[in-house]
T-cell receptor
Framework: EDQVTQSPEALRLQEGESSSLNCSYT??????LFWYRQDPGKGPEFLFT???AGEEKEKERLKATLTKKESFLHITAPKPEDSATYLC???????????FGTGTRLQVFP | SAVISQKPSRDICQRGTSLTIQCQVD?????MFWYRQQPGQSLTLIAT?????????ESGFVIDKFPISRPNLTFSTLTVSNMSPEDSSIYLC????????FGPGTRLTVL
C-alpha cells in the first residue's frame, strides 16, 4: 500500500535557526512528490513538485530535495512568518490523485 | 496556476440535513478533486470528478453519501448528505493545471 510519513510532527525553531523536515514514502511508480504549506483555516498552498531523485528546487528560504526513498524540505534562517503546517504528498501509478502525509507543524519564534 | 473559490466558507448544520458545497475554478480543467480534512489531521481524497463522467470514489466514500456534480470544466459541487457530527470537517476542492491547486476549504460543523 502506498504510504507517506512525515517527521517530525511538530518543530519549534528560533528565528534564524535552520532545520529540515522529512517526508519518506513507499509507493509503486512515483510520478511526483509535492510540498504544500497550510496556514490555519486555509487551503494548502502549492510550494514545489519534484519528479526524480537528485532533483532540487528552491523558493526564498525553502529548498526541497528528493531521493529514491524520501524528500527533505530545508528551511534556511526561518522567520516567524514561515510558521505553518508543511504537507508532503505523492502522486503514483496511473492516477493523478495525491496521497498526503500527516504534516509537520512548524513554529518559528522571534 | 489556478485560482479556486469555494462556497460556503463555513456552515453549521443540523444532523440529518444535507449541504452542497460549490467549487469554482478560474480556468478550464479536466480533473477536479474533493478532499476531507478532519480536525488536526491531513487530507483524505473523497473522489475524483471528471467533466462528462461519473465521479470516482475512494475506498470508504460512497455516492449516496457524497454525490458530486461536474456540469462543466470550471465548476463542481459536493453534497454531504444526511449529515452526522462525524461529518464535521473541512472539505477542500482542488484542480489539476499542471500542478494541483486547492481552494480555501469549507468548514462544516454538524450539531
Amino acid at each position: 500500500e502506498d504510504q507517506v510519513t512525515q517527521s517530525p510532527e511538530a518543530l519549534r525553531l528560533q528565528e534564524g535557526e535552520s532545520s529540515s523536515l522529512n517526508c519518506s514514502y513507499t509507493v509503486s511508480g512515483l510520478r511526483g512528490l509535492f510540498w504544500y504549506r497550510q496556514d490555519p483555516g486555509k487551503g494548502p498552498e502549492f510550494l514545489f513538485t519534484l519528479y526524480s531523485a537528485g532533483e532540487e528546487k528552491e523558493k526564498e528560504r525553502l529548498k526541497a530535495t528528493l531521493t529514491k526513498k524520501e524528500s527533505f524540505l530545508h528551511i534556511t534562517a526561518p522567520k516567524p512568518e514561515d510558521s505553518a503546517t508543511y504537507l508532503c504528498a505523492v502522486q503514483a501509478g496511473n492516477t493523478d490523485k495525491l496521497i498526503f502525509g500527516t504534516g509537520t507543524r512548524l513554529q518559528v519564534f522571534p | 496556476s489556478a485560482v479556486i473559490s469555494q462556497k460556503p466558507s463555513r456552515d453549521i448544520c443540523q444532523r440529518g440535513t444535507s449541504l452542497t458545497i460549490q467549487c469554482q475554478v478560474d480556468s478550464q480543467v479536466t480533473m477536479m478533486f474533493w478532499y476531507r480534512q478532519q480536525p488536526g489531521q491531513s487530507l483524505t481524497l473523497i473522489a475524483t470528478a471528471n467533466q462528462g463522467s461519473e465521479a470516482t470514489y475512494e475506498s470508504g466514500f460512497v455516492i449516496d453519501k457524497f454525490p458530486i456534480s461536474r456540469p462543466n470544466l470550471t465548476f463542481s459541487t459536493l453534497t454531504v448528505s444526511n449529515m452526522s457530527p462525524e461529518d464535521s470537517s473541512i472539505y477542500l476542492c482542488s484542480a489539476m493545471t499542471g500542478e494541483q491547486f486547492f481552494g480555501p476549504g469549507t468548514r462544516l460543523t454538524v450539531l
